[in-house]
Nanobody, 123 residues
């Protein structure tokens, strides 16, 4: 079993940046794709990004603004968010699944989820 804990959320003005972190209780990144999802009120849970052994994937709404990365030595995955917009406001969740990032954008295929961290972007 893998426990995931997100941190780094907060409030920021439009155009600003935040870096989210997801720490795993045990080393998981060699066999699991690590992803970020987000969910805003009235919206479905949306895939933001996924990383597996250096390969990265992004949702259309964040491509070019967000960067996912990982530090295996620290059992941590990051989401660097730049040029934030009010529509980025959501609860952001870290998730993990085998094998890698195949079919990464479907929430139902993920084995493990964190509790989420809130990101609020004001105009």
């Amino acid at each position: 079993q893998v426990q995931l804990v997100e941190s780094g959320g907060g409030s920021v003005q439009a155009g600003g940046s935040l870096r989210l972190s997801c720490a795993a209780s045990v080393y998981t990144y060699s066999s699991n794709g690590m992803a970020w999802f987000r969910q805003a009120p009235g919206k479905k849970r949306e895939g933001v990004a996924c990383i597996y052994r250096g390969s990265t994937f992004y949702g259309d709404s964040v491509n070019g603004r967000f960067t996912i990365s990982q530090d295996n030595a620290k059992n941590t995955v990051y989401l660097q968010m730049n040029s934030l917009k009010p529509e980025d406001t959501a609860m952001y969740y870290c998730a993990a699944k085998p094998p890698g990032c195949a079919i990464w954008g479907l929430p139902e295929v993920y084995n493990y989820w964190g509790q989420g961290t809130q990101v609020t972007v004001s105009s």
